[in-house]
């Protein structure tokens, strides 16, 4: 522009355009149409003109409004720089282009200006007023004059510098034409899922949503996305996937766009708005969600929505199934899964199925915040903690019960925990690989009777997983990690060390002396010293859980359980097979 205006020094601003004024309006298209319109009605003498008598227009009037397409802009200007001497002002109606456009016009001394309604104009009978218009000029004069003309046409004008005119155009294509492909992409969408009156049910919603956003601005932006209800938005997504996938892109730059309008506009409790906007933004201003926590979802719907992109790219997905209270055993498993998989499922569950009566349900120690936190930090990417009747609904009458002697002994001996609890671990790890479908889940060998279960039960359902066994953790002393260390006392916590010390005792004397007996025999004296009851410690195969009495060519699995006080420990040590060769 200022390169313009130094094209021609001599030529003297003027900022009073005349009061009768000739103008002529070349290209009667929509908006050419309601600019001569208009400009008739507010006394402008108008010449509307076509391709043909464009010159001959131009010659007779004081100023010209090329209203053609932008891409025919230059040569119209080019076919009317002829009236030059006759146009002091020649203009367009272009969003984007620039007054370079006129150059030909410029360049015999005519002084330019644009001219762009901010307003959509779907027929030539559209009105203008009102609306705001975006004016640029070649000289102050020139501006003056667009602004005159804008005024005289019931309009506001402002100025975009003429550099700046694409991105304004951008912006204005934003609210208005994208915002109609938007609109259609909702219809669409509803149709889609079967509704058929989609635009017309959509109609009092998005004009109450523009209505909201002219008085509040981003203060109107309502729904899931500002309360942070990102489980909403994960089955949003998992709906478009399959339902329009096309739409999925949008969707998703779209939503991002929303977290930041609702990030800039986060309000303290307190100070609310009138209305839905008001009780939205209410429940925005929780705090915002850690961008990094995992998703947390409470049922299997919410489950399959979250999972169903990872499903759809074919992404590896690992459980984790936890009752919770993590510590490093569980967070071992959490990282072996994030290593392991593309998407990583936490399962929060304590499983009521797998206690006897008169066990520690009831006071089986909960903390779902240090959960979410130690799996954001492990990277987990869904924790799946379901209601009790999500698992267990109204009427469930199906148990999954593994035997073959792997379920009646040890742990599962009647004596002790019994069979019952372990139908409760695998009817629950059943449903959990059901529901997320992994192809690797992650268990404790602290644990090992359960995961040689829940392994068998795998193969032999045909369940399409892998079952891994991860190494058990422990404290610097040897005491296996557990949920259930939390019920210790210190005294109990002294002496507890004494199991896995009894453990080890047992395979270097049977690997030592070659007689697993005599292992035994050491770690049960071992444990009568530290004053630690066994439950049971004893030797079996590490596959079948069968009674093994001596060493041999298959691992054998040393296992050990003990009450200290309210706590009821168990552990285990294998003893390879190579080793014992
Ligand atoms: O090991 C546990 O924590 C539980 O037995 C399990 C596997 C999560 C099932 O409830």
Redesign the pocket.
Known sequence: MRELERDFPDRPDTACPPRALKLAVVGIGRAGGAVARAAAEAGIEVTPAGRRDALEACLASEAAILSVPDDEIAVAAEAVSGAAGALRFAGHLSGAGGLELLAPLHARGTELFSLHPLQTLPDAEASLAGAWCAVTGSSRASIEFAREICERLGMRPFEVPDEARAAYHAAASIASNLMIALEESAVELLERAGVAQGREALVPLVLRSAANWADLGPGALTGPIVRGDETTVAMHRAAIATTAPELSGAYEALAERARGVARSTATPPGSIEAGQAGIDRLAASVPAPDPGRPLLVRSKAELDAALSPARAAGDSIGLV???GFLHEGHRSLLRAARDRSDVVVM?L?V?PA?FRPGEDLASYPRDEAGDLAAAAADGVDIVYAPRLDEVYPEGFATAVKVRGGLTDVLCGDPARRGPAHFDG?TT??AKLLSSVRPMLAF??QK?AQ?AIVVRRMARDLDLPVEIVAMPTVREPDGLAMSSRNAYLTSDERRRAPALYAALSTARDVALTSGDLGRGLTAARRLLAEAGVQPEYLEARDAEDLSAVSELGSKPVLVALASRLGSARLIDNIVIESEVTG
Do not use: K
């Open positions: 199934p936890t009752m399962s569950f499983n797998q671990v629950v790890v268990f404790g644990d359960q």
